[in-house]
């Protein structure tokens, strides 16, 4: 797990890259591989923006949130990562589904 976390026009503290690190560490249960996780944060007007770019297996998943909060900007983001990979995951597990019960259908035969 590579988190390279990032503060556009501002230094992120210490307390929000701790908080980052925990939260992104869930994604290990989904990759067999590392992964890597471009963090960045940044501000536009009152609103606190987090993006995120998530790469594993050359599968690319992309996230961006804005709230009052840093931490509650991470958490929706994380929510919508979360989204994405379990979308992927499942379509492609069913995927593999499919083409066992076509094989053991023609081999009935």
Request: aromatic share 12%.
């Amino acid at each position: 797990m590579n988190i390279t976390i990032t503060g556009r026009h501002l230094t992120v503290d210490q307390d929000v890259k701790e908080y980052a690190e925990k939260k992104f560490a869930k994604f290990e249960k989904y990759f067999h591989k590392t992964f890597d996780a471009n963090v960045v944060f940044s501000l536009e007007k009152v609103a606190k923006v987090v993006e995120a770019h998530l790469t594993c297996d050359g599968i690319k998943f992309h996230g961006s949130e804005k709230s009052e909060t840093f931490f509650a900007s991470i958490d929706l983001l994380l929510d919508k990562l979360d989204k994405q990979i379990v979308k992927y995951k499942e379509k492609h597990s069913e995927h593999k589904g499919i083409r066992n019960e076509i094989s053991d259908s023609e081999t009935d035969f």
